[in-house]
């Protein structure tokens, strides 16, 4: 399946698959942007699609970044949180249940209604939220809560004794709606919406909410609770596949995933996971780290913040930052091993439209070593091109194997 002195590359640009947009002549975000690298990818290697998300799950990152992995997301799979739990070095007893905690921003109105102004309060700095959480841990302290500051918006809260099979939602399904009908305390959802609805007296107050208005930015004015699970069980990446790895993200969802399955996780200084995060730092630190080890897995988070937004010119932006700073100097630094296999994929479809993600097969491209002296076809990196591709995997945890025996 593999070769002893071969390197393996992965690089995912998070929710870039996307629709027409009849605002862009018909093409989508990914035709529309300027990629050269991932085109000239496209152009001499191979593409095809993969199927990440199963009929039975939920689209999101957890589902595709597990199958993408090569990790079947119908068995592996035990909740969003609890893999990020692992990213931040929570261990979870057995009646723990770990919540992911957004920090976003509810708009209240005046006839009663609450509408989701942002599912990342502004895309607010880690410094604010990790003050606003600590803070919120004295003022909702009970025995059986643990919250835990991560980044930017996206925190841990570990529950004692909680229901893990609730179905909760994530904030960002929700942007721009009417959200009153999740915050009922009624039914199984109570004792959550309860303690969000605590939080509101606290942190409308706070002064760091304060002087963010006095900014004219948007209030973390909520906690919102969804993507519960308990600790994951998986088999290490290394006794699947005999390969050595890491993992680079600016999220703790892809830092623990990558932890779970025995990888590493390589510190890039400057990730943030939005447009301002260190691309150039990641492809740097992904061809360092190939020197020493057999496979890297480089996540980029931009173009599904984009997305989410509704924002189709920051996705552009977003996709040609990817291509130029990530994927160009990749290439480039591949031409020192004697022999490499580099993916280009994306997880999920994240459509600017719907501003959520959708469970579409996505987009990949494989560009080996021996495809450098292939005759170029007239294509580029886009969900057409792979839809016409030459190979397609409906169960898309079936990629990785397939990928590690590509030559």
Not at 325 to 352: C, K, Q, W
Request: net charge negative; aromatic share 8%; with cysteine.
């Amino acid at each position: 399946m593999k070769s002893k002195d071969r390197k393996y590359i992965i690089l995912v640009g998070d929710g870039m698959g996307d629709y027409p947009q009849e605002a862009l002549d018909g093409k989508t975000p990914l035709e529309a942007a300027h990629t050269p690298n991932m085109d000239t990818a496209a152009s001499r290697g191979i593409m095809g699609w993969a199927q990440t998300v199963p009929s039975a799950c939920e689209p999101g990152s957890d589902i595709a970044n597990l199958s993408l992995l090569g990790y079947d997301p119908l068995v592996y799979h035990s909740g969003r949180a609890p893999l990020e739990a692992v990213s931040m070095g929570i261990r979870l007893k057995e009646e723990d249940v770990a919540f992911r905690c957004n920090l976003v921003c509810l708009d209240h109105r005046e006839n009663e209604t609450v509408r989701m102004n942002s599912y990342s309060a502004g895309h607010i700095s880690t410094e604010e939220a990790k003050i606003l959480i600590n803070d919120l841990k004295g003022f909702l302290a009970h025995p059986n809560l643990s919250f835990y500051p991560g980044v930017s918006y996206r925190h841990i809260l570990v529950w004692t004794g909680a229901d893990p099979s609730v179905k909760t939602t994530p904030p960002h399904d929700l942007t721009g709606q009417d959200v009153t009908g999740y915050l009922n305390t009624q039914g199984e959802l109570g004792p959550i919406v309860d303690l969000m609805r605590r939080s509101w007296s606290f942190l409308s107050q706070h002064p760091v909410n304060q002087s963010r208005q006095g900014r004219g930015l948007v209030p973390a004015n909520s906690i919102w609770l969804w993507g519960q699970g308990k600790t994951p069980a998986m088999p290490s990446f290394l006794k699947r596949f005999g390969l050595r790895g890491g993992v680079i993200s600016a999220v703790d969802l892809l830092k623990g995933i990558g932890l779970s399955a025995g990888l590493e996780s390589i510190f890039v200084e400057g990730i943030t996971g939005y447009l301002d995060t260190n691309f150039r730092g990641k492809a740097e630190k992904a061809l360092a780290f190939l020197a020493e080890k057999d496979l890297v897995y480089v996540h980029v988070e931009a173009p599904d913040e984009a997305s989410h937004e509704g924002s189709r010119e920051k996705k552009i932006q977003a996709i040609e930052a990817f291509d130029r700073e990530v994927v160009g100097p990749v290439l480039e630094g591949l031409n020192h091993f004697e022999a490499y296999s580099l993916m280009i994929v994306t997880d999920h479809f994240t459509p600017v439209q719907v501003m959520t993600h959708t469970r579409e097969p996505v987009p990949f491209s494989i560009f080996c070593s021996e495809d450098r002296s292939r005759p170029v076809r007239k294509r580029g990196f886009s969900e057409r091109s792979a839809f016409e591709g030459e190979v397609a995997f409906i169960n898309g945890d079936q990629l990785m194997p397939w990928f590690l025996g590509v030559r």
